[in-house]
């Protein structure tokens, strides 16, 4: 089944403790997202690539890094996630002039206590 | 920059009544607008695309240049249509989605 697949789902981590969160994606796309939502705010992009080693950065970059090393896999890293990190965090994949539709994940749940 | 603008976080309405989520974008280029979906515990799904002027599920969305608008628009709305909705702009040479805030729509019984 095409889809992109985010892990892990849930996570509660403390001030600090540096995670990631994986992304992969079945579908051949070039491009690939990762956005954070937040109640009243919408989506906001964070970083984004074109594709395998391009990478840059969206709205709100602040506190996270990135890295695209293969095509299907594009993690998230909070080196030192802060307490302002707690949000519901989405992957999204499309191919490249594909406008506008792209794939989600499912989400990874954050809290940072 | 671009700015996609819900002005409504929270719609209610009556099921078979007439539902309308608003849009209204600020843009410099040429738009190209979107309106995805987020029914509880799914992903977030595109529903349709200005472009193709098409009707999914019953909703339809008319392009105004001329308000900047991008109102989504269902004649008789059902329960299955309570989600999240969200009106997206592609803009830039990298054809970025920016995303409004969202508008949760509950249709009661």
């Known amino acids: 089944e095409a889809q992109v697949t985010q892990n892990p789902r849930y996570l509660i981590t403390v001030t600090g403790k540096k995670l990631t969160v994986t992304c992969s994606q079945n579908?051949?796309?070039?491009?690939m997202s990762w956005y954070r939502q937040d109640p009243g705010l919408g989506l906001r992009q964070i970083y984004y690539?074109?594709?395998?080693?391009?990478?840059d950065k969206g709205d709100v970059p602040e506190g996270y890094k990135v890295s695209r090393k293969e095509k299907r896999n594009f993690p998230l890293i909070l080196e030192s996630p802060s307490p302002n990190q707690t949000s519901l965090y989405f992957c999204?994949?499309?191919?490249?002039?594909?406008?506008?539709?792209?794939?989600f994940g499912e989400g990874s749940r954050l809290t940072v206590l | 920059a671009q700015r996609v603008t819900q002005p409504e976080k929270l719609l209610s309405v009556f099921k078979g009544a007439p539902v309308e989520l608003k849009c209204n974008y600020s843009y410099s280029g040429s738009p190209e607008l979107f309106w995805y979906v987020q029914y509880s515990r799914q992903r977030l799904q595109l529903l349709l695309r200005?472009?193709s002027r098409e009707s999914i599920k019953g909703f339809t969305a008319d392009l105004n240049k001329g308000e900047t608008s991008f109102h989504l628009k269902k004649p008789f709305a059902q329960e299955e249509d309570s989600a999240m909705y969200y009106c997206a702009l592609s803009s830039g040479s990298a054809r970025q989605l920016t995303f409004g805030s969202g508008t949760q729509l509950t249709v009661l019984p």
């Open positions: 999204a994949s499309r191919k490249t002039g594909a406008t506008g539709e792209l794939f």
């Open positions: 579908m051949n796309h070039e491009y």
């Open positions: 200005h472009i």
């Open positions: 690539s074109m594709n395998v080693e391009v990478t």
